[in-house]
Nanobody, 124 residues
Framework: QVQLVESGGGLVQAGGSLRLSCAAS????????MGWFRQAPGKGREFVAL????????LYADSAKGRFTVSRSTAENTVYLQMNSLKLEDTALYFC?????????????????WGQGTQVTVSS
């Protein structure tokens, strides 16, 4: 029953910013691990950022740390990814992920639920 719907992607110039949103429904997410992976053309899925719904604790990929911020709104059942100082290599399809077991992992196979993705394209 859990559904994740991403939004907020688009075309942005290098150095610019975007905020992605992931609207979650169909469950109670207080103990979930949630966050974001991405997949560039011709490449595999890459960990970006994670957040524990209950604690608010976060985990970031080295490529994202210092530029991206993951957060959540418990009232809206929504996870966000604020992306600043975007680079060409950030171009990818960004997926929202969630897992009810609560533990966070960089391994894509850990997550039970995936959204359909929202495209981010960074231009020079």
């Amino acid at each position: 029953q859990v559904q994740l719907v991403e939004s907020g992607g688009g075309l942005v110039q290098a150095g610019g910013s975007l905020r992605l949103s992931c609207a979650a429904s169909g469950g109670t997410f207080w103990n979930y691990a949630m966050g974001w992976f991405r997949q560039a053309p011709g490449k595999g899925r890459e960990f970006v950022a994670l957040i524990g719904w209950r604690t608010g604790n976060t985990l970031y990929a080295d490529s994202a740390k210092g530029r991206f911020t993951v957060s959540r709104s418990t009232a809206e059942n929504t996870v966000y990814l604020q992306m600043n100082s975007l680079k060409l290599e950030d171009t990818a399809l960004y997926f929202c992920v969630a897992d009810p077991r609560g533990l966070v992992s960089r391994d894509e196979t850990w997550y039970r639920y995936w959204g359909q993705g929202t495209q981010v394209t960074v231009s020079s």
